[in-house]
Structures are given as C-alpha cells and as structure tokens.
C-alpha cells in the first residue's frame, strides 16, 4: 500500500511569512498526527486527528499554528506568521487504530531564516 | 512535567558490537513505551511494551520494559553498519506520545 505523502519536501521562508504543509495519509487510516521535529530533538505532537474532528491539541502553539482535516482525509498545517524557533521538520503520521501502529511520511523541513 | 529522557546521546561502535540503548520515564498515566528507528526523516516503528519484564524480540534487537523503575532497555547485537541511525522511544499514555530526544548510533564498518 501507498505510503503516507507529504509535500513540500523542503520550504525555506523568511520570518513573518506564512507557509502551508499538506499531508496524505494512508488510505482507510482514520487516525492523523502533526509532529514538529527540531534538530536534535525527538518529535513533538502537535495535532491528533480522528476523522475530521480533533482528538488532542494541547501542544499546537494556537496563535501562530492552525491545522484542518476537511472530508476526514488529507490535512493542512499551517503557520502564520512564522518565527525563526519554527525551522524544524514537520512530520505526519496515520494510523488506522492503535497509535504505536502509526505510519510517518518522509516530513517537510522548514528553514525560518 | 512529564518527560522521557535517553542515554547516551550519542554511541561510536564497530560492527560486531553489541550495544544498549536506556530510556527512562517520568509519565502520568504510563499506557506503553515505544521504540522507533529513524534513519534520515520518518521514524519506524520497532517495538511496543506495555508489561514489565516480557522481553520484545525481533533478529538482532530486543527490548525490555521494567515499569517499577521506570525505564527501557533496546539491545542490539551483531551490529552493522546498517543498524546506524537514531533510535527514539516514546511514552504513550492514553492520546498523547512524547519522545525522547534519541540515541544516535554510528556503526563502523
């Protein structure tokens, strides 16, 4: 089966612009995760997702980040304005039931320069 | 706060090495903790533990769960050089995950 999709790969964007992330999960996989990555760090939950409605945001920085999963199947991460602290990898990942079962996609690397 | 911390950050070793990867855990509502491999971006999944002292296997790695002190072990044997990446773990309590920062492994030939 297909993989979970990301895109883009690589964004470089100065500060205070905004910047978008698209993920595809794995087909039937009702289950979605937002993780921020910073270099040297283990992955950060960001955003849970089951179907379209949110399961957990308690770590998504609300002011800056927003993240949407219309029709319980792809997903946006967004970032408006963003801060140099942001350049990080963001990865996605879906599962379609335990959360250990979760599959990642390759991520986006944000460069904030 | 809850954390997860692992140790060392980072680990030198030649192949045919055997080496030991540590995690402790300092989580509320402690469900399972989780081993992850992650080479260049995405991390897989390697093992999940939930009881104490049942030893996860799988070829040259295993791993162990000791949830009265509070930490894991993943053990890998006969290393090669393919084995080199970053190894995570992660607690899971109910829907929150939280990872370590990791154990970098360099293996050389």
């Known amino acids: 089966e297909a993989g979970v999709a990301q895109s883009p790969r690589y964004k470089i964007i100065e500060k205070r612009q905004s910047v978008a992330f698209w993920c595809n999960p794995i087909s039937g996989h009702a289950t979605l995760y937002w993780y921020q990555q910073i270099l040297g760090q283990g992955p950060k939950l960001l955003i849970q997702f089951q179907n379209n409605g949110v399961v957990d945001d308690s770590q998504l920085p609300k002011d800056r980040f927003s993240a949407e999963r219309l029709k319980g199947v792809d997903s946006t991460l967004k970032i408006q304005p963003a801060k140099l602290e942001d350049s990080a990898v963001y990865l996605c990942?879906?599962?379609?039931?335990?959360?250990?079962?979760?599959?990642f996609g390759p991520g986006t690397r944000l460069t904030v320069t | 706060e809850d954390k997860v911390v692992q140790s060392p950050l980072s680990l030198v070793v030649h192949e045919g090495d055997t080496v030991t990867l540590n995690c402790s855990y300092e989580?509320?509502?402690?469900?399972?903790l989780l081993w992850y491999k992650q080479e260049k971006k995405a991390p897989t999944f390697l093992f999940m533990l939930t009881s104490s002292g049942i030893e996860k296997k799988s070829g040259r790695l295993s791993s162990i769960l000791d949830k009265k002190e509070l930490f894991s072990i993943l053990n890998i044997t006969a290393t090669q050089t393919g084995d080199s990446a970053v190894y995570l773990c992660a607690s899971y309590n109910n829907n929150d995950m939280r990872f370590g920062a990791g154990t970098r492994l360099t293996v050389k030939p």
């Open positions: 990942a879906s599962t379609r039931t335990a959360i250990y079962e979760q599959y």
């Open positions: 989580v509320t509502n402690f469900r399972s």
